[in-house]
């Protein structure tokens, strides 16, 4: 909790204002800007880790994770400015926190079990950890996008730069 | 300038009032916690970049750069609390932009040249480029070592997960 409550501030001190040569930059084709990992992290909070959480706190009939469309931002990012996105990604934030709170889970809760589309059984305790520990991934990955972009020019530093090849 | 401007506010919202499993947590043995990377972050602001900078902008009888001390900080942070080292850093980005700025930088300044103990001769704007890649990849690292705290916890979505691994 203690981290994925920090992450939206994470994300606006590394990003806002920032010009955009940084927050449209990528490590090449087919790879991700800042711009686009704030979209799929809100995409997260609308279809993933709070939506999954529920399926196996409920144990409802039915206990199948909907796959997650690692996408979804292309479309739905479309015509949104970068501070509009951290706003929306906070607001989503703060919601989904205090609904997982409200459960107030216990150990037991913890161990329920949910159904992967791809792993099969993985346990409500599994989906929190990775929930933060996909925060702090993109985090990394956002600051390396961004160091990325002056592999030239630091000249021969680079070779003290071990982000630069990650 | 906008990324060097924006590292003591995203360190702060990644640690401050953080618990100490993983403000102290590392990859392994001989490598860094988060704690001690703003310390050897401290130090850069006291003993690299500007004062490098300052070598080369002077362009004085010798342009040599002292070595880099990367241990400095296991002694220089003994005693102090993360919150304090976190506002020694801002403190020092501060003044270290200041002075920075004051010198109104022109291209063929940047274009000018010191001597690195490691590389020989290296330019300014290669200079200003590390500082700010510097940054970068240790904030990267900090998510990073993070994230890994859970490699285990987060169980077979380690596969989905390639900030684990790096």
Redesign the interface.
């Known amino acids: 909790m203690?981290?994925l409550e920090?992450t939206p501030?994470?994300l606006?001190?590394?990003l806002a204002?920032?010009?955009s040569q940084?927050t449209d930059a990528t490590e090449g084709p087919d790879t991700w800007s800042p711009y686009v990992i704030v979209g799929h992290m809100i995409h997260g909070e609308r279809a993933d880790w709070v939506v999954r959480a529920r399926t196996v706190v409920e144990q409802g009939e039915s206990r199948a994770f909907k796959p997650f469309d690692r996408f979804a931002q292309f479309r739905e990012s479309e015509g949104k400015s970068l501070a509009q996105l951290l706003d929306e990604f906070e607001e989503l934030r703060v919601q989904n926190l205090r609904t997982a709170k409200s459960w107030e889970l216990s150990e037991a809760q913890l161990a329920l079990v949910g159904e992967?589309p791809a792993?099969g059984a993985?346990?409500l305790?599994?989906l929190l950890?990775?929930w933060?520990?996909?925060d702090?991934?993109h985090?990394?990955?956002i600051?390396?996008v961004?160091?990325k972009q002056?592999a030239q020019?630091?000249?021969?530093?680079r070779?003290y730069?071990?982000?630069?090849d990650?």
Chains 1, 2 share one sequence.
């Open positions: 203690a981290v920090r501030g994470v606006r001190a590394m204002g920032l010009p940084w992967h792993f993985v346990t305790r599994q950890a990775t933060t520990a996909h702090l991934g985090i990394a990955q600051a390396r961004m160091a002056y020019a630091v000249g021969p530093w070779e730069l071990p982000v630069m990650r």
